[in-house]
Nanobody, 120 residues
Framework: QVQLVESGGGLVQAGGSLRLSCAASGRTSSRFVMGWFRQAPGKEREFVATITWTFGVTNYADSVKGRFTISRDNAKNTVYLQMNSLKPEDTAVYYC?????????????WGQGTQVTVSS
């Protein structure tokens, strides 16, 4: 099993920054693809960003490109989401997730989520 624990959420004013962390433990693998997703009240969960453990290849949703940066520290088994220029519409519960091969389907492991609230 794999455990994912997010931290770093909170309340911030529009234009501010937050950094989320996701600590992975258990049967982690260099073949994981790690992702951040978010779900706002009354909305579907949506993709935010992904990164591959080995080569650090990243992918972002259009809504966060240029504002958010996903990164990882392999030695610490931790993935980060640096969020800058936050907007009220970024308010959501943010989830960390891990996907094992074969890729492209549902993610296999999920964290409990961390709340991000951006005030206007």
């Amino acid at each position: 099993q794999v455990q994912l624990v997010e931290s770093g959420g909170g309340l911030v004013q529009a234009g501010g920054s937050l950094r989320l962390s996701c600590a992975a433990s258990g049967r982690t693998s260099s073949r994981f693809v790690m992702g951040w997703f978010r779900q706002a009240p009354g909305k579907e969960r949506e993709f935010v960003a992904t990164i591959t453990w080995t080569f650090g290849v990243t992918n972002y949703a259009d809504s966060v490109k240029g504002r958010f940066t996903i990164s990882r520290d392999n030695a610490k088994n931790t993935v980060y989401l640096q969020m800058n220029s936050l907007k009220p519409e970024d308010t959501a519960v943010y989830y960390c997730a891990a996907q094992v091969p074969p890729y492209g389907g549902e993610y296999d492991y999920w964290g409990q989520g961390t709340q991000v609230t951006v005030s206007s």
